[in-house]
């Protein structure tokens, strides 16, 4: 038997100071005009006036299924790892941090579309209201999400494809300036050469070839079971459509509606490189070496926080 979970009782607010902010006020907009219908399999099915609507209802659907998943990639993607599994995390803070730093992932927000920005203060309220609503959800770290946060994941995966750049390798640079051990490099190749076959694939069948006449779409991500959600979300301005999201984003990665389908499958194209440039200092000005010439660069400090037993230390890092 299927279920219907209205969000019209999301106006059960009492008279507090709380309720009075705008983040309350934009939530009761929302509210107003999302329905979540759970089917028998518990997917969830999101109607919503506006795409907004939509995504603030997919948002808080998916923290109702895992909110652990949701918080767990926003921690990874914004180089906060270290501060919940302590100091082993700080290599991975570190790419994160290289890849995209906070202040940019804040100016791409705010130099974004007007439509994209509506969706991205979605998403944010659709997070904080399901915590406001289950006061006993305790979050690892995050308390709180923000618009700029889904600036993050730029490729609707995990985010970039940084992980392709070795955590060992920058604990190597960073701590040593020396590479990793040639004995220790060829041990990764072996681990990477024994590794299950990955990657994903989709077969598409015209309906001319089926039996019912109707197209069939196969869709296999290659990922643990538990890596994405299954959705359904639609709004009145036309959004319509089932298949995967991952965890804390707000469009489906893979699936289809009654006029298309679409997958991806991961490739190894060069989309993600490293380097270690040669540093030249000259009156007092640091430089790298571009063939023969010497190129003026800027150096910066990052400041990375980890957990060291129950007190939560820094350690600071220059790029140079």
Known sequence: MKYVVLISYFFLFSCSAQQKNIGVEKWKTHTANVEIIRDDFGVPHIYGKTDADAVFGLLYAQCEDDFNRVEQNYIWATGRLAEVDGEDALYSDLRAKLFMTEEEAKANYEKSPAWLKELCDAFANGVNYYLYTHPEV???????????????????????????????????????????????????????????????????????????????????????????????????????????????????????????????????????????????????????????????????????????????????????
């Open 138 to 320: 305790t979050p690892r770290l995050l308390t709180h999400f923000e618009p700029w946060m889904p600036m993050y994941f730029s490729e609707g995966s995990i985010g970039g494809d940084i992980e392709r750049i070795s955590t060992k390798k920058i604990a190597a640079f960073y701590e040593s300036d020396m590479e990793l051990p040639e004995a220790e490099i060829l041990q990764m190749k072996k681990e990477k050469e024994i590794e299950e076959p990955q990657g994903s694939n989709g077969i598409a069948i015209s309906g001319k070839l089926t039996q019912s006449g109707n197209p069939l779409l196969l869709i296999n991500p290659h990922t643990s079971f538990y890596f994405r959600g299954e959705v359904h979300v639609v709004s009145e301005e036309g959004l319509n459509a089932y298949g995967a999201v991952t965890w804390g984003q707000f469009f489906v990665y893979q699936g289809f509606n009654e006029k298309t389908g679409w997958m991806h499958t991961s490739t190894y194209t060069d989309v993600m490189d490293e380097f270690k440039e040669t540093i030249v200092k000259n009156d007092d000005h640091l430089f790298y070496q571009y063939g023969e010439e010497l190129r003026p660069i800027e150096s910066s400090e990052i400041m990375l926080k980890y957990l060291d037993g129950d007190e939560l230390k820094e350690k600071k890092i220059s790029d140079i």
